[in-house]
Nanobody
């Protein structure tokens, strides 16, 4: 499956963005759909996960501000980001993960820049 992210850009602190990740095929069979980010001078981190059973989880730094959701009919995963801060500046990557067989697909990444 190929993944294509969209919706990034430049926003002022306190603003909002919604990222979309469109898959070339069905996302129903993936065990988890994830959003990662890689900020300047930082390690890549897992930001949000939505599992096949639709349970969600977030890294502490975004919990309460970010919301991950999916629309299986549209093969799309979203990341709603609110109350953005400069620390959220990063390249955001969509990831589809299947445990068995081990499959991990990545998007090309999209830049999110938050100005102070």
């Amino acid at each position: 499956v190929q993944l294509v992210e969209s919706g990034g850009g430049l926003v002022q602190a306190g603003g909002s963005l919604r990222l979309s990740c469109i898959a070339s095929g069905s996302i129903r069979n993936f065990d988890a759909m994830n959003w990662y980010r890689h900020g300047p001078g930082k390690q890549r981190e897992l930001v949000a996960t939505i599992a096949k059973d639709r349970r969600t989880d977030y890294v502490d730094s975004v919990r309460g501000r970010f919301t991950i959701s999916s629309d299986n009919a549209k093969n799309t995963v979203y990341l709603e980001m609110n109350n953005l801060t400069p620390d959220d500046t990063a390249v955001y990557y969509c990831n589809a993960r299947q445990w068995w067989p081990d499959v991990s697909a990545w998007g090309q990444g999209i830049q999110v820049t938050v100005s102070s």
